[in-house]
């Protein structure tokens, strides 16, 4: 079981029609609808990656990442995260992951810590590369309760992911505890090449925007949904 440490992260969503999302899921999904409309997140973070039996992070196992993601419930009853898109900076680790099915591309990209904002950047490593964004946020209250509300929860408190293995779906099931939210105040959101590279309409309007300062994560070995 590998320990990860997902920190600085921002979440910001958008609603959409749930037959756009639908239209990105293998046949075994569908779509997690709140109040009506799909749900479609970004979120950019730093992670640190401990391997099993490691007590440290070892060099380049700390690096940026960015998810576009959305919320999907299986044939079984089993909820998680649907991953579209996946950008960071770690070549090995866009290889380890590519092998399960997950959809990771490899960018620059950076995630600086000021007084009072985060900025996260991402570009494509070459003119004819896709993806990247520019994204300020302004970390502000915790949320009260810190896990948030209702639909604050059913757009962070997800405890797996599902993808796709060739012909096989998988589930990665993790554990943390819950996050601690806070309010955000988004100062710059260019994701335009990153929906566009998602193949989804870009979206209008404002995200939802949350924060937190991270977790601890273990996460477990992928099973086969049956």
Known sequence: MNIHHWDDIAFLHWP???EAVNALLPDQLEVLTYEGAAWVGVTPFFIRVRPPGVPIVPPGWAFPETNVRTYVTAQDGRHGVWFIRMEVTAMWFVITLRSLGLPYFRHHMSVDVGDDAVTYTSAPRSPSG???HRIVVKPGEELDPPV???????????WGAFHRRGPLLMYTPVEH????LRTAAVEDCDVHALFASARLPIPSGPPLAHFSPGVTVKVGPPQVVI
């Open 130 to 132: 896709d993806g990247g």
């Open 148 to 158: 948030g509300g209702a639909r604050d929860r059913f757009l962070t408190a997800r």
């Open 16 to 18: 959409f029609e749930p």
């Open 177 to 180: 505890q819950p996050w601690a």
